[in-house]
C-alpha cells in the first residue's frame, strides 16, 4: 500500500547518502510519493545530482537558508514544477565547529545567531515562503534531538537552536493549522552523517544507544524515513506540534 501516492514533496537537507534527509527521500519515493531535493551549493550539487536521479526526484534547486533571495527562488521552482506541494522535510542545521568544540559559556554572538538562523528560523522563512502553496491536508516536518530538552556534552550552540526549532514548530502548529496544515518534528537518536560529524562525542553518542537504550541499537536514517511517512500520511491525521522520538528509547532512560 502506498500511503502518499499522488503527493508532492519537497525535501531540504540531502547532503549525500549517509544523509537523514536521504532515508526520508527514499522512503517517501517508496509509498508513492513525487520528490523534490535542495542543495546547498554547487559543491554539494555534484553529489545531490545523483541521488535525484537514482530516486526519479522531478528537480533540485540550490537553496542556502541564510540567503533571502534563494527562498524566493525556491517558491517559484515549486510554482513551475507542481504548482503546489503536500510536504516539506526540514532537515537543515548548521553550527560553527569551533562554537561545538569550546566551552559553551564561549560561545561567540556571530556563532549563536548563525546556528539559530540556518537552523531554526529557517523553517519559519520555508515555511512563510510556501504556506499558500501547501495543500489543506499539508505537512511540515523537521528534524530536532534530544540535546534540545537535556544537555548532552558538546552539543552546545546546537542544542539551543534545535530548542528555538521545537518551539518554532508549536508556533506554526498554531499558525498553518488554521488552514488545515499540520506541523512536527522528528527528534531521531545520534546518526553519523556530514553533519553530525562536527560535534566531537559523535561516536560515543552512537555507543550510549547500543549500551543504553532499551532497544540496544542504534538508529538510522530509514528509521527516521519510516516515521516520516507516518507524519507525511493520514495516518496522522489529527497529530500536530509534536515530537516524535525515534531514537531506540534512549530518552526515556535516566541517568
Known sequence: MQLLEG??????????????????????????????????????????????????????????????EH???????????????????HSLAFANRDDLRRDFSETSREGFALACDVSAFSLIGVSNSLKDLLSPDGSVIAMT???????????????????ALEATSRYLASDLGKQGVRVNCISSGPIKTLASSAVKNISSFTKVIEDKSPLKRNVTPDDIGGAAVYLSSPLSNNVTGQVLYVDSGISIMGA
Open 71 to 89: 527562498y524566493n527562488n525556491m517558491r517559484k521552482e515549486v510554482i513551475e514544477k507542481w504548482k503546489n506541494v503536500d510536504i516539506i522535510i
Open 145 to 163: 534531538y534530544h540535546g534540545a530538552q537535556q544537555v548532552i556534552e558538546g552539543y552546545n550552540v546546537m542544542g539551543v537552536a534545535k530548542a
Open 7 to 68: 503527493k508532492k514533496a519537497l525535501i531540504l537537507g540531502v547532503a549525500n547518502d549517509k544523509s537523514i534527509a536521504w532515508g526520508i527521500t527514499k522512503a517517501l519515493k517508496q509509498h508513492g510519493a513525487q520528490v523534490g531535493l535542495s542543495y546547498l551549493n554547487e559543491k554539494l550539487k555534484t553529489r545531490v545530482q545523483p541521488l535525484a536521479d537514482e530516486v526519479g526526484a522531478d528537480f533540485i534547486f540550490e537553496l542556502d537558508v541564510t540567503n533571502e
